[in-house]
């Protein structure tokens, strides 16, 4: 039995080197595997715990991790310690990616167009400073 289960075992890490999103499509399609299977495969791939319910996979938190859909759509998400949501990429190339501060505000955001902005707040939560990759820019530290 213990052969059987290292075998097993080298196919499930197999299968976690070898696949590529959209994960459900290939699983099934490529694989053959069954939800139980499916829920060890991304556990791996997302070096995580995971919860299926129906075309998303969640974290231990409850945040979507992955979307598909059956046409091949895809899209990940990634969450910092804090649970902020920090990258997002998808099926198309179109990837966004944040930064936070200690109070959990987005300073920072920049998007695969190129497009991205910066933001300061002061110790009671209010913007004061903004600034964009076109141009704009609102500086309210020192009034």
């Not at 075998?7 to 099934?28: H, S, T």
């Amino acid at each position: 039995m213990d052969k059987m289960n290292k075998k097993y075992e080298k196919y499930i890490d197999y299968i976690v080197n070898d696949i590529e999103a959209p994960y459900f499509i290939n699983m099934k399609d490529n694989y053959g595997l069954k939800d139980d299977e499916c829920v060890l495969v991304l556990s791996k791939i997302f070096n995580q715990p995971v919860r299926i319910k129906g075309i998303s996979v969640y974290n231990t938190n409850g945040n979507e991790i992955y979307y598909e859909n059956s046409n091949g759509y895809w899209y990940k998400n990634e969450y910092d310690n804090q649970g902020n949501h920090i990258y997002s990429e998808d099926s198309n190339g179109y990837w966004h990616k944040y930064e936070y501060d200690t109070n959990g505000k987005v300073i920072y955001s920049e998007t695969s167009d190129g497009f991205w902005f910066k933001r300061e707040y002061d110790t009671n939560g209010n913007n004061i400073y903004y600034e964009n990759s076109n141009g704009v820019i609102r500086d309210n530290r020192y009034e």
